[in-house]
């Protein structure tokens, strides 16, 4: 996801601070259109109007601490797999009257095709660009999702049917 959101945002005029965990990821964000690339979110000068956050446990409460006043946390994942903890008088003496939203494709009112069409066509027209971190048959899922969940394949993988 990052790089999709990254590309879209930098081409609708977002001025993008990403966070990754290489240098490689972090090249490639640039290249797509981020301003600035950090290894660690503590290390990230807001305030940003907008946070979106996948990590949770620790790193949660350190995005929320970097919103601008009145700022958006999209809040769409776990992958530290540790529950965060927030703080009422952190968020008051910090950004203040802030906004938290769950984001989760299954709540979405609109059907993943219509999303997946508008992907496509910013894809087919070069106003987006994918990366293809691996192309395996569908014998491999298996593997492939590990590598995935592993964070050992950069950018989508792509399964076919043999």
Do not use: K
Request: overall charge negative; proline content about 3%.
């Amino acid at each position: 996801m990052g790089h999709y959101f990254t590309e879209l945002a930098a081409n609708a005029g977002a001025e993008v601070t990403a966070v990754t965990s290489s240098a490689g990821r972090g090249q490639q964000l640039l290249r797509l259109g981020a301003v600035a690339v950090i290894h660690d979110i503590a290390a990230a000068e807001g305030p940003f109007h907008v946070v979106l956050e996948s990590t949770g446990g620790e790193n949660l409460p350190l995005a929320l601490d970097r919103l601008a006043h009145r700022g958006t946390l999209i809040w769409f994942g776990q992958a530290s797999r540790c529950p965060a903890t927030l703080s009422f008088f952190d968020i008051r003496d910090g950004p203040g009257s802030v906004t938290i939203r769950q984001f989760s494709y299954y709540d979405s009112d609109t059907p993943y095709g219509e999303d997946l069409a508008i992907l496509v066509r910013l894809v087919t027209a070069g106003r987006l660009h994918r990366e293809i971190g691996r192309l395996a048959d569908w014998s491999d899922t298996a593997t492939t999702l590990t590598d995935l969940y592993q964070r050992r394949i950069r950018g989508n993988a792509v399964l076919t049917i043999s």
